[in-house]
């Protein structure tokens, strides 16, 4: 869970230290084109989803383990 928090961390920095050189703090344009904006628009949303689908895939299986302790998952 530490390294889920570190990598949280780091993606915010990251990405508010782009988003602002990107962007253009002062004059509001994009000026990369817009298929570099449709990446920039898809990585951040994936970077943004994909912790939190992790942290629930996580729940999930530690749910499981504790409420079915005995029962071993088999994908034959």
Same mark, same amino acid.
């Given at each position: 869970? %530490?390294? %889920?928090?570190?990598?949280? %961390? $780091?993606?915010?920095?990251?990405? @508010?230290? $782009?988003?602002?050189?990107?962007? @253009?703090? =002062?004059?509001?344009?994009?000026?990369?084109?817009?298929?570099? $904006? $449709?990446?920039?628009?898809?990585?951040?949303?994936?970077? =943004?989803?994909?912790?939190?689908? =992790? =942290?629930?895939?996580?729940?999930?299986?530690?749910?499981?383990?504790?409420?079915?302790?005995?029962?071993?998952?088999?994908?034959?």
């Amino acid at each position: 869970m %530490l390294y %889920l928090a570190i990598a949280d %961390l $780091c993606v915010g920095i990251v990405f @508010g230290f $782009c988003e602002g050189i990107f962007y @253009g703090i =002062l004059r509001g344009d994009w000026f990369l084109g817009d298929v570099i $904006c $449709c990446i920039w628009h898809y990585s951040t949303f994936v970077v =943004l989803i994909v912790p939190n689908n =992790l =942290l629930i895939g996580m729940s999930v299986d530690r749910y499981l383990a504790v409420r079915y302790p005995l029962l071993r998952m088999s994908f034959k």
